[in-house]
Each structure stands twice: as C-alpha cells, then as structure tokens.
C-alpha cells in the first residue's frame, strides 16, 4: 500500500484520511465483488488462462511449456504472454486446493502492488493530496474494478507496467545501478505480459527524458541500455513461442506474428485505421470502462483543457495513443487494453477534485462531509453504471454452466472432444473438466485425411454448442441489431456431420459420436 498519509488537506477540503477510506472502500468493494461471485459459483475469469494455470495445476508447473486448453489437437505448448501469473495461480492451487476463486486472489493481490508506485509517480510530479485522490479514482474506474481480480495475468501486466514506470522515472532522474537493474526486470516481465504495455510506459520515460533531463548522458545511456536489455528479452520469448506454435496441428488460429491473418490480428491495417467507426466504438468502450458515469468526464476534460500542471498524466495519454495507432486492432478490439490509459484518467480527475475542493475553503464543515459522502455514492454508482455498459453479466451467464453438466453426462474424462461453439480459450472443456480440440466449424471434418488424423490422435466425440441466448439479447439491444437472429450450431453442420451417430440433440447443444 501506498505510504502513511499526513492527515493534510486542502483549505475546505478532504483529509487524506478521509481520501485513503474512500480508496480503501474502493479496493474492498472489488475484493468482496471478486471473492463473493466465486464462492457462489460463478468466478470472473478469462478461460485460456486460468485453463493454463489448472493445467499446471494437474501436472507440473512448466513455464516455457504453457498450454492453452483446446487450442491444437496434439496439446504442444502455445506459450503467448510469459506465464508468470499461470504458474502462480496453479501453485496457490497445489497448496490450497483447486477452487477456481483462489485465481481471483492472486490477481487482487498481484494488482494491489501498483497503487504504491501510482501513489508515488502522481506524488513527485502533481502532489501528495491530489495522488491520495488519484487512487481514489483509479480504483473507482469500472475496468480497474473488474480487472483487479480478474482471473487472469491482465492486472499482473498492468502493474507491471506502472512498476516500469516507476522505476524508469527513478533511473532517469538519479540514474544508478539499482534503478537500472529494477527497471530491466519491471521492463521485462511488462513486454513479455503485453508489450502495448511496456511500449506505453517506456514512451513516457522517454518524454521525461527528452524534455527535462536531456542534458543527462548517464540517464540517456541508462534508459538506452534498459531499452536494449528489455528488446533482447522480448524477442528471444518470441522467436521460442514461434517454435512452439510451429509444432501445432490443427491450431484453432495461428497466432505467429508472421502469419499475415496474426499480423492484422496484432496491428491491423491502413484500413482498418482509417474506418471511424473503429474509432467511435472504441471511444464508446473506453467511456463506459473507464468513466462508468459520464459525468466524471466532465472532470478530466476540466483538467484536461484548464489545469496547466498535467503534463505527466498527459504524457500517459500521448503515450496510449502512439501505442494504439501501432497496435490498433489488438487495443480497440480489446477493452482491456484501455487499461494502459487508466492512470492518467484517474490523475487528471483527481486534479479536477483538487481544484473544486479550494472552492470549499468558507464552507461549513458539515457541508463538507456531506460532499465526501455524496463523492464516495457517486462513486460507487459510477462503477455499478460502468459494469452494466461493459455488459459483466455475461461473467454470470449460467448457460456456459448448464452446456457443462450436458457434456459431463455424456462423455467421460478419458475421451478427446471436438468443441464447435466453445470459443478459442475451451470455456466449455474447462468447466466440464475434459479435454479436446476447439474448432470454428465442421468444413475441416469434410476433409478424409483430417479426420483420419484427428481419429488417429483419439478424438471420438463431436460437440457443437449454440450461442448463449444472453448475448443473443445483449447483442439485438445495440442499434441496429435489433433482429438479428441467434447464431446456432446448425449454421456450422456441414452434410457429413449431420449423418454421424447422434448422442443428444437440443437447440442449444448437439453431441455426435465420430464414426
């Protein structure tokens, strides 16, 4: 946790105190959200990574040997990030037991580290008072909020990222070896997390450098020498992953950089970046992930445009957005890359609360804890607003879980399943606890010699799942959507198929023996 606060406040304003309650309510409020949804059966996850991390779990943790559930039909591994956080979820498993909510836990307590380099980075270049607000609406920011517990390495590579940060900016303001050292490891493990991440931040020290230290030959050959270290790092990860993926038969994508479908998967292309509407959509995203109410806009566009003192929180968003113009399918396609612009939202909203607080300085005080408790309400609603637009109850759907008990029914543990409908990180085989290959359709099935390998391998079962009726109806309540039909297995049975031995049929789930 950040340092011991002073108990100082603004004239008319909040104690610290009183802002380290609100951000402490914050935190609490995402750890019982977490904790609670899972002891009741429904964790928040990303299935091909906590797939890794039960596989770990299963076996022996091998971190050069991750395997994403489902992925290829002869189970090599398909390392992606470095699978820091796989590998410690799947030991928290062995040590206390398999509940799948012990996931959540590592990423709270993982995510957590970051408010004490925040704290700090927001403190040398803004304040003490307005960095004990900045945690405040750090915390307060939807995708912060559900991300924080998140099962899976998104939190751990955010944090990563602002330790990066933090540590750059140290080095370059008192370059020493320790800064140097603290900074290659941070660095590191941000790049092989998720280099948007490290791209970001690396740009902001860079803008730190350039504009008020590039006198420093010591910072500049620091930061350059960082920078060379990190690069090496990166791509000798990448060149092992590229030998990995190679081994994969059948891979339900192939996810090599050189791969031109992986490579607009990854950057996009002139078109893509050309289209406005990707950039509405996005923009939308980001409102509602970032903001949840919108009237907290209001506050960062204040600060933005009439607080002089926000160079840093806009060398952030400077940085975000030459980040998002390399990797423009890969962010705007993703909301949680939006994290990387989460620290400068939530410091320019905290200027913006600064600001109003020395409008409070002849209020009475009982004016003023009515203020802090109507902030901490607003608060809260804002990130309930945030949830519902980033459509979370579809962490809750229970049809995934209902598919589940109908393939445990019928198939067994030793039997390898082709997954039709399942998604590319095998949701499906997880919660069913079986294993198998997931496909897209069944065109591939048509075709004589890659069926035989697939027999070969031991697949006996075919199973092609409907979409959820939830996101059915999530999806016609967006304009212009209103009648599009749900999308079922039966728009994916090719004539072979519809000929196999059938097992059980429904409109949600069909399962086929392979003959």
């Known amino acids: 946790m950040p ?45 091909q990574h906590l797939g890794t991390a039960l596989g770990y779990y299963k076996g022996h943790i091998d971190l050069l040997r991750p395997v994403i559930v489902g992925f290829n039909a002869n189970g090599t591994p398909t390392p992606l990030e470095f699978p820091v956080w796989q590998g410690l979820a799947a030991l928290t498993f062995k040590v206390m037991g398999p509940w799948h909510g012990w996931a959540n836990v590592v990423s709270l307590l993982i995510f957590f580290t970051c408010l004490f380099p925040l704290f700090c980075l927001t403190k040398i270049f803004v304040g003490e008072h307005c960095a004990w607000w900045t945690l405040v609406f750090f ?16 939190g751990l590579s955010i944090a990563a990222a602002i330790w990066f940060l933090y540590c750059g ?5 008192n370059p020493g070896v320790v800064w140097w050292v603290l900074a290659c490891a941070a660095g590191a493990l941000a790049a092989v997390s ?19 230290h590039k006198n420093s030959v010591r910072a500049w050959v620091a ?10 790092v990166f791509f000798s990860w990448t060149h092992y992953s590229n030998k990995c993926l190679a081994q994969a038969e059948l891979p339900l994508m192939d996810l090599r950089v050189s791969n031109s479908e992986s490579s607009f998967w990854y950057f996009g292309d002139l078109h893509y970046r050309l289209m406005p509407g990707n950039w509405l959509k996005g923009g939308w995203r980001i409102l509602n992930s970032c903001f949840g109410s919108f009237a907290l806009v209001g506050l960062f566009l204040y600060a933005f445009f009439f607080i002089k003192e926000t160079v840093f929180a806009k060398w952030i968003l400077l940085a975000g957005f030459v980040t998002t113009l390399v990797f423009t399918h890969l ?47 607003v608060l809260g609603l804002s990130v309930v607003q945030g949830l519902m637009g980033m459509k979370v109850v579809l962490d809750f759907d229970p049809y995934p879980y209902d598919m589940a008990k109908i393939i445990q029914k019928y198939s067994t543990p030793s039997e390898k399943i082709l997954m039709e409908g399942g998604g590319w990180g095998g949701k499906e085989f997880i919660l069913s606890d079986r294993q198998g290959l997931s496909i897209w359709d069944t065109k591939m ?12 391998l031991g697949y006996t079962k075919l199973i092609m799942v409907s979409e959820s009726p939830l996101l059915t109806a999530l999806q016609q309540i967006n304009p212009g959507q209103s009648k599009q039909p749900r999308v079922t297995y039966r728009d994916f049975l090719t004539p072979v198929v519809k000929n196999w ?12 023996d392979i003959p």
């Open 3 to 47: 340092p011991m606060m002073t108990g100082k406040k603004e004239a008319g304003g909040w104690s610290n105190l009183h802002l380290l309650i609100l951000a402490l309510l914050l935190a609490l409020a995402s750890c019982v959200f977490h904790i609670k949804n899972a002891r009741a059966g429904h964790p928040v996850f990303r299935d």
């Open 331 to 377: 962010v705007l396609h993703h909301s949680h890359y939006y994290l990387m612009f989460t620290p400068a939202f939530a410091i320019l909203c905290a200027q913006a609360a600064g600001e109003g607080e020395k409008r409070l300085a002849l209020a009475p005080q009982w004016q003023v804890n009515l203020m802090w408790l109507v902030v901490a309400i």
């Open 501 to 512: 031995p059938t097992e059980y049929e429904s409109d949600d789930i069909l399962i086929k």
């Open 169 to 173: 900016v140290k080095l370059v303001r």
């Open 223 to 232: 930061l350059s020498a960082v920078g060379l270290v990190v690069v090496a």
């Open 445 to 456: 099935l048509e075709n004589p010699e890659t069926l035989n390998r697939l027999k070969t």
């Open 139 to 154: 915390l307060a920011q939807p995708l912060v909020f559900i991300y924080a517990g998140n099962a899976s390495p998104d």
């Open 194 to 212: 998720k280099l948007p991440f490290f791209m970001a931040a690396g740009m902001v020290c860079f803008f730190l450098l350039a504009t008020r």
